[in-house]
T-cell receptor, first 112, second 112 residues
């Protein structure tokens, strides 16, 4: 079955870059997503990448996809205190009937 | 602006009460919506797929008689937690199927 894994916690200083990593197992993944969740809130879509792409950049966010290694990363440039949140990666795979499978989430703490 | 509207955002009620949560697709007609449950400091767990005009598809281990789903129109799905008990207290989030998948802001349910 499908499985998505992330590291639990990341601490970064304000102004530095953050890199959040995610691995997945399902080779039939079509889309991979990054969502942000602030305390008590729902999920905010940050960015997503189609499985035939290697990289996608959107302002401060850069997504890298290594399909061979089934590794996805999200880089946040010039991290701000407002970036403190939980970040979830998720995959949409044909084998899962196009449902989303989420990782456990990475809690990012930005220190001033 | 918001793509998905979820209501209410927070509800507190007595044990034994039934609680209805609404999920509305604001921008487009949605034949498929999803309902998730999230426990504190955990990831999202898919409960069921809501299908417009037909029965919902429940994930393994989710009681369909406890969590009633109705998707009577292309813009509205409702989740009713019947005879709620303290163990049903959780954060419930809906999403609208699409590319990408957008989420509501969640409903925090507290059963006393």
């Amino acid at each position: 079955g499908e499985d998505v894994e992330q590291s639990l916690f990341l601490s970064v200083r304000e102004g530095d870059s953050s890199v959040i990593n995610c691995t997945y197992t399902d080779s039939s993944s079509t889309y991979l997503y990054w969502y942000k969740q602030e305390p008590g809130a729902g999920l905010q879509l940050l960015t997503y990448i189609f499985s035939n792409m290697d990289m996608k950049q959107d302002q401060r966010l850069t997504v890298l996809l290594n399909k061979k290694d089934k590794h996805l990363s999200l880089r946040i440039a010039d991290t701000q205190t407002g970036d403190s949140a939980i970040y979830f990666c998720a995959e949409r795979a044909k084998a899962a009937g196009n449902k989303l499978t989420f990782g456990g989430g990475t809690r990012v703490l930005v220190k001033p | 602006g918001a793509v998905v509207s979820q209501h209410p955002s927070w509800v507190i009620c007595k044990s034994g009460t039934s609680v209805k949560i609404e999920c509305r697709s604001l921008d487009f007609q949605a034949t498929t919506m999803f309902w998730y449950r999230q426990f504190p400091k955990q990831s999202l767990m898919l409960m069921a797929t809501s299908n417009e005009g037909s029965k919902a598809t429940y994930e393994q281990g989710v009681e369909k008689d406890k969590f009633l789903i109705n998707h009577a129109s292309l813009t509205l799905s409702t989740l009713t937690v019947t005879s709620a008990h303290p163990e049903d207290s959780s954060f419930y989030i809906c999403s609208v199927a699409g590319e990408p998948q957008h989420f509501g802001d969640g409903t925090r349910l507290s059963i006393l």
